[in-house]
T-cell receptor, first 114, second 111 residues
Framework: DTAVSQTPKYLVTQMGNDKSIKCEQN?????MYWYKQDSKKFLKIMFS???????INETVPNRFSPKSPDKAHLNLHINSLELGDSAVYFC?????????????FGPGTRLTVT | RKEVEQDPGPFNVPEGATVAFNCTYS??????FFWYRQDCRKEPKLLMS???SGNEDGRFTAQLNRASQYISLLIRDSKLSDSATYLC????????????FGKGTHLIIQP
């Protein structure tokens, strides 16, 4: 009963391909996020979705598109993959209302573009 | 985006010692503060929230100085299992903006 799950765990693909990463949370949270952790281990927010609505969109290339079919899922689609897209992508979720604020992270998807 | 700065280390510390990390944040409007822990090739996990009055959780003590925009984490009686990267994290604006992470401080506890 994993709280935040991502698939696939590893993804190796060639430049120019299109790929998707899936994320699901079973915590009943109202907000989900995508983060990118690059080779220097710097973790940076990419997108967040609250109640199926995009809240923020950091300055990421428009080749990246988040898609949320429902509150429990936030998928990340990447078009025309580039070498610089190689990183670990973490999905996270949180509940914005309530006494405490904590983000729960998925195990990460390690993307390698060759 | 405003930054959170930390000393990346690595900090090599003998088992049983006390170790302290600091971080500074640049956005004076930041509202909430946290320490996350990340093990090698794993996801970040919340270690503790940081409150203005300071707070303690077992061997861990966190403190916040809003005037200096400075956050600290103290680990007493360090264990081998404390070896990890410790991420200083700041929430600015509403929670929907996501978290701003420091680059992390790498701690290695040596037997």
């Amino acid at each position: 009963d994993t709280a935040v799950s991502q698939t696939p765990k590893y993804l190796v693909t060639q430049m120019g391909n299109d790929k998707s990463i899936k994320c699901e949370q079973n915590l009943g949270h109202d907000t989900m996020y995508w983060y990118k952790q690059d080779s220097k281990k710097f973790l940076k927010i990419m997108f967040s979705y609250n109640n199926k609505e995009l809240i923020i969109n950091e300055t990421v290339p428009n080749r990246f598109s988040p898609k949320s079919p429902d509150k429990a899922h936030l998928n990340l689609h990447i078009n025309s993959l580039e070498l610089g897209d190689s990183a670990v992508y973490f999905c996270a979720s949180s509940q914005l209302t309530g006494p405490t604020y904590e983000q729960y992270f998925g195990p990460g998807t390690r993307l390698t573009v060759t | 985006r405003k930054e959170v700065e930390q000393d990346p280390g690595p900090f090599n510390v003998p088992e049983g010692a006390t170790v302290a990390f600091n971080c500074t944040y640049s956005n004076s409007a930041s509202q909430s503060f946290f320490w996350y822990r990340q093990d090698c090739r794993k996801e970040p996990k919340l270690l503790m929230s940081v409150y203005s009055s300071g707070n303690e959780d077992g061997r861990f003590t966190a403190q916040l100085n809003r005037a200096s925009q400075y956050i600290s984490l103290l680990i007493r009686d360090s264990k081998l299992s404390d070896s990890a990267t410790y991420l200083c994290v700041v929430l600015s604006g509403g929670g929907a903006d996501g978290l701003t992470f420091g680059k992390g401080t790498h701690l290695i506890i040596q037997p």
